[in-house]
């Protein structure tokens, strides 16, 4: 079968890449640096051509609202356009959860769009919305940063290892589509605070955490509900700490 991966060479598109061609699928890793990009159309019908299943897991270069709105626009209506012509017959899309629970944030208003595009189109499809990557942990901790202190909210968080996103994607790109959305977490519900506080720890960082209700999240205040999935999410097998021993012993 020939699967499609837009954003094929970031850091969960490779990983996705990496799988399917292990189970012996035909798989083309697109992005702009393979001469193929979804905001300007270039390399599309060529990349899509005899393809069945198309996985987007690419992302817009700018979180601002302006930029990811032109993004995602332009990048869904030229891909869902040339999927149409080339007979796809599954469109999978990696979104993020808890947007309709954060209001303002003009990124999720973005990625809402998109959604909308890939739901108002006749091609089959399966969203899958996930919680934050442990990858971003370090940038967490320094969006907090102010010196030697690290201000974090204490709501709930359960984010997932980017080896489970990818396995997950993989195995819904080989499935039926849904026609709706799923979504996925890792495998522990912890608070903000305390997971950056073992990451410091871990990482023997000598910057002190200070709990705050109302402290910012990337730009955003965040409650218990704002960062975990709802009801019956697929949820990934790798736990914090497992991963961080992983990624220590790589550096």
Known sequence: MKI???GGTGLIGSK???RLRKKGHEV???SPRSGVNTVTGEGLKEALAGAQVVVDVANSPSFEEKAAMEFFNASGRNLLAAETFAGVKHH????????ERVHGYGYFLAKLAQENLIKASRIPYTIVRSTQFFEFTGAIAQSGTVGQTVTMSPAFFQPIAADDVADIMADVALGAPV???IEIAGPERVRLNELIE???KATKDPRKVVTDAHALYFGLEVNDESL???ENPRLGKMRFEDW??????EN
């Open 198 to 200: 073992r990451f410091l």
């Open 228 to 230: 975990v999935p709802g």
């Open 4 to 6: 499609v991966i837009i």
């Open 16 to 18: 996705t890449v990496d």
């Open 244 to 249: 961080l021993r992983h990624s220590l012993s």
């Open 28 to 30: 083309v890793a697109a």
């Open 179 to 181: 026609n709706g959305m």
């Open 92 to 99: 999978i899309a990696l979104s993020v959860v808890g947007m």
